[in-house]
């Protein structure tokens, strides 16, 4: 049969075969240029409210659910047991190290996935060739 991509399954989930996917996500850097002693300042809330997690099926193409991102940068939410694959929404140029990643859901359980997310790479990259990839 086609998927449909009904809820109908999810109502059946009893509160046994679940379990909560959470995690920190921290973005950075903010500022292009980090000065050793002076702190980066904390993201504001609209910066975690423009990016999501993204839980896929276990072949990391199927959407299954978008988990929001409080204004602390903290996120949870609850799965049905098994094995997906968390993902960002890819706001503008982020890249989040480590990511793709599949996790496993159990029942009653918290499994935990911290999320770094890098709003700098490719600027720091182009930069450098712009540079002449002088790297201190």
């Given at each position: 049969?086609?998927e ?35 702190p ?31 204004a ?59 540079r ?5």
């Open positions: 049969g086609v449909t991509g009904s809820s109908e399954g999810q109502d059946r989930i009893g509160r046994a075969e679940a379990g909560m996917l959470e995690g920190h996500v921290t973005i950075g850097p903010l500022v292009p240029v980090v000065i050793e002693g002076v980066e300042p904390t993201p504001a809330p609209e910066v975690y409210a423009a990016r999501e997690i993204v839980i896929f099926s276990s072949d990391g193409k199927t959407e299954v659910a978008w988990a929001k991102i409080d602390e940068g903290n996120y949870r939410i609850e799965l049905a047991v098994g094995t997906y694959v968390v993902d960002i929404n890819h706001a503008g140029i982020d890249f989040a190290k480590g990511l793709p990643h599949e996790v496993v859901i159990l029942a009653g359980q918290a499994t935990r996935l911290d999320v770094d997310i890098d709003t700098k790479t490719l600027q720091r990259l182009f930069g450098l060739i712009h002449g990839l002088r790297v201190r």
